[in-house]
């Protein structure tokens, strides 16, 4: 009941924002949602509330209830055409780019552990789980950013659909490194051997093209009985959220991308439901979800400024401002080499003016945060140092590159 109310609440404060037209200009709105946040956590801290309660964005809690929404209604949305005119330039940025990145940042900063830029050296595969964390692209703070500044269709699609698609990535590198530092805490370093290297990079591919599969099956299983849904009218927007979530819930179970399954069966159900169910139920198709995903990424933004306030943060100088910097740097690399790549056959060249974009909106957001919040500090005892450093990158991205 406590969370229902303060949801409620939540999803009265950001309607408020947007009916205050001098306050939604100066800033985006995701600006505007953090520090609210940090307020609350705040008054919350100094109030004493207990600390459990300071942190109310779990990873069960984003990752299916608040992340699922914004999937949905981004996939559902999502204009088919231009977005497979660029597949192949958003899967070079999604997967070659966020590999690179990974990469980068993880042989960088264990570069600068091993000369004791930190202090103290840092585990190899500690530090590579982190960089797989850091190297998320938020399609939430992408989305909310490149929505109120109205970026063209083009250049929005390639970021967006690199956002969205790199969850997939991002998730197998972090659940390799995981099962890595499990491995090398338990049963020492030299425990892993080259056949689990050879099923991590496998895995990738199970993950990616599993999670798509299972989301265009449940797609067009949608479809399908939207076909006989004309007696129940009044249940037909419902029947194609359930079936959608249905979809992303199908993929977590079975390990696979939950994201890139609700992002395909949007894609997939999307052009057969809307000549099958009737237009008063695509209007509140549409509408409702606007809403729900309109409310969640407030509430998403409202609750990271709410985590920022705790009692448990480490904070190492050197670490933070090196992820920062490595971060920019790699992904401006990345963008420039990659692009260099894909405007050998694309029709539409993606300018210097595009790359700089690009390579300026790769914000860092709640995908990140949740990641890191799943680390397991018997293993990793760094967690809180490195729980401090997203949370720092998070709001360095948001406010300083998202303004």
Sequence with gaps: FQNSSNTHSLSLLFQGFHVTPKLSSLCPESVVLMILGVVIGLIMYFVGIPEERLQPLTP?????????????????????????????????????????????????????????????????????????????????????????????????????GESLLNDGVTVVLYHMFEGYAEMAYHYGIDSIQTIDYVAGFASFFVVAIGGTAMGVFWGFLAAFVSRFTHHVKIIEPIFVFVMAYLSYLSAEMFHLSGILSLTFCGITMKN????????????????????????????????LGVCTVNDQHHWNTAFVLLTIIFCLVYRTIGVVMLTSLTNRYRLHKVNRVEQFIMSYGGLRGAVAFALILIINRQIIHAREMMVTTIIAVVYFTVFLQGD
């Design 60 to 160: 069960n809690l984003f990752f299916l209830y608040m992340l699922p929404p914004i999937v949905m209604d981004a996939g559902y949305h999502m204009p088919n055409r231009l977005f497979f005119d660029n597949l192949v330039s958003i899967l070079l940025y999604a997967v070659i780019g966020t590999i690179w990145n990974a990469m980068a940042i993880g042989l960088s900063l264990y570069a600068c552990s091993k000369l004791g830029v930190f202090g103290e050296e840092m585990p190899f595969l500690d530090i590579m789980l982190f960089s797989s964390t850091v190297s998320a692209v938020d399609p939430v703070a992408v989305l909310a950013v490149f929505e109120e500044i109205h970026v063209n269709e083009v250049l929005y699609i390639l970021v967006f």
């Design 272 to 303: 057969y439901v809307e000549e099958n169910i009737t237009q008063k139920s695509h209007t509140t198709l549409k509408y409702a979800m606007k809403m729900l995903a309109n409310s969640s990424e407030a509430i998403i933004f409202v609750f």
